[in-house]
């Protein structure tokens, strides 16, 4: 059965501190691995990776992963109290090429 | 553009009423997903659309959850009997084509249903 786990399940940081968030996965026929940010209720896309290496940025977030040792991580520079929400680690495989697996989250929280 | 729109943004039931979440997706994605989330839960995949039809219905729990898209742009997801168990946040997301690894799936805000 596809498992994908991410840790820490929670985290509080002050601002302006780096934060690392981590994702790991156990995907038959792997296809690509989605970060998504979730603030109350909507899911906000924020990356997919489907190529070992590659490191994906947007502003002070940042990702890369590793098809080897089959995990991601997401990282947050000079973190803001807006950057306060669950992060999410999506997979997709081939086998369900359009059916999502989340892992339960992180729950970030950053302090003034 | 839009981005995808759930209506209500909250409803409470009681146990055993039906009920109707409907979902309005990004205009021109023929593609379609409902999930259920659940706290401290990341979302399930209930079902997905191609078009009008379901091409994947496989993470629907029983046979009193069932969902159309019958134009093949919005979609209702229906619960008859509820029962306290399908609390939880019901949320919708579209892509343009479905079936892609470089696909991107976009999500609305969901529905917070509550069953008392």
């Known amino acids: 059965e596809d498992k994908v786990v991410q840790s820490p399940l929670s985290l509080v940081v002050h601002e302006g501190d780096t934060v690392t968030l981590n994702c790991s996965y156990e995907?038959?026929?792997?296809?690509?691995l989605l970060w998504y940010k979730q603030e109350k209720k909507a899911p906000t896309f924020l990356f997919m990776l489907t190529s070992s290496g590659i490191e994906k940025k947007s502003g002070r977030l940042s990702s890369i992963l590793d098809k080897k040792e089959l995990f991601s991580i997401l990282n947050i520079t000079a973190t803001q109290t807006g950057d306060s929400a669950v992060y999410l680690c999506a997979v997709l495989n081939s086998n369900s090429g359009y059916a999502l697996n989340f892992g339960k989250g992180t729950s970030l929280l950053v302090t003034p | 553009g839009a981005g995808v729109s759930q209506t209500p943004s909250n409803k409470v039931t009681e146990k055993g009423k039906y009920v109707e979440l409907r979902c309005d997706p990004i205009?021109?994605?023929?593609?379609l997903y409902w999930y259920r989330q659940s706290l401290g839960q990341g979302p399930e995949f209930l079902i997905y659309f191609q078009g009008t039809g379901a091409a994947d219905d496989s993470g629907l729990p029983n046979d009193r959850f069932f969902a159309v898209r019958p134009e093949g742009s919005v979609s209702t997801l229906k619960i008859q009997r509820t029962e306290r168990g399908d609390s939880a946040v019901y949320l919708c997301a579209s892509s343009l084509a479905g079936g892609s690894s470089t696909d991107t799936q976009y999500f609305g805000p969901g529905t917070r249903l509550t069953v008392l």
């Open positions: 995907v038959t026929n792997f296809r690509s």
């Open positions: 205009s021109g994605h023929t593609a």
